[in-house]
């Protein structure tokens, strides 16, 4: 499943719906498969009015699944997902690492690298398909190609939902007696 060919065939549909397709993923599974796709507004202001709303989602499906349905690139069943990218937001290319330099990341690598594949750190830089991370106080360079899949991680304290520590779980708790 060539899932970058799909995202390169249904771009041009969701621009002409003022979206934009930021990657597929193919899920193969026992009798058919997950097709998902990941959208997100072309006015990327960081303005919640901005946000992919359901109506959305469901347009942009319409719209999917004609254009797959004229083509037919995906043989036997399978179920179409469209999604906003969420608070996990995935990155499918370097363009996108770039959109997010210094915010926290977790990329999981096609082959292991010094004996990982898991990396998570901030993204430093970007040039051309080359992402520079700080991993584990060092810098580490990974090229596009090498990324099997990669999110970004939430910052919960910058959302507002930090946990409050529980009683007994490393807080002095007084007793009366």
């Not at 997010?100 to 990341?105: M, R, S, V, Y």
């Amino acid at each position: 499943m060539e899932t970058e060919a799909i995202a390169a065939r249904v771009a041009p549909a969701l621009e002409e719906l003022g979206l934009e397709c930021l990657g597929v993923e193919w899920n193969a599974g026992h009798g058919g498969g997950l097709l998902r796709v990941y959208i997100d507004s072309l006015q990327q202001d960081g303005d919640a009015a901005n946000a992919v709303s359901v109506d959305d989602c469901e347009a942009a499906s319409r719209e999917i699944s004609a254009l797959l349905d004229v083509d037919d690139p995906i043989p036997g069943h399978y179920v179409l997902e469209v999604s906003s990218p969420g608070i996990e937001r995935p990155l499918f290319n370097a363009a996108q690492f770039a959109r997010f330099i210094g915010a926290e990341a977790k990329v999981t690598l096609k082959l292991p690298r010094d004996g990982r594949r898991r990396l998570r750190g901030r993204i430093a830089a970007v040039d051309g398909s080359n992402i520079r991370m700080d991993v584990d106080g060092g810098r580490m360079d990974v090229a596009e190609d090498e990324i099997e899949s990669a999110h970004l991680v939430p910052d919960w304290d910058a959302l507002g939902y930090t946990p409050k520590p529980k009683p007994g779980k490393g807080m002095a708790v007084k007793r009366r007696k």
